[in-house]
């Protein structure tokens, strides 16, 4: 999964993930862009296990 901060502010953007066909469960994530010199069009990549 990528994730993007489009207002490029800089912060922590939290998002919850759920894949009903591999788990019930809601999988929360917490992506932080401080202090990474973003640029516009950055991205995180994260790789996600259920």
Request: net charge negative; hydrophobic share 40%; glycine share 2%.
């Amino acid at each position: 999964m990528h994730i993007a901060d489009p207002e490029q502010a800089e912060t922590d953007i939290q998002v919850s993930l759920t894949l009903p066909a591999k788990s019930p469960k809601i999988q929360p994530i917490l992506c932080s862009f401080k202090d990474r010199n973003i640029y516009a069009g950055a991205t995180q990549a994260y790789n996600i296990q259920f």
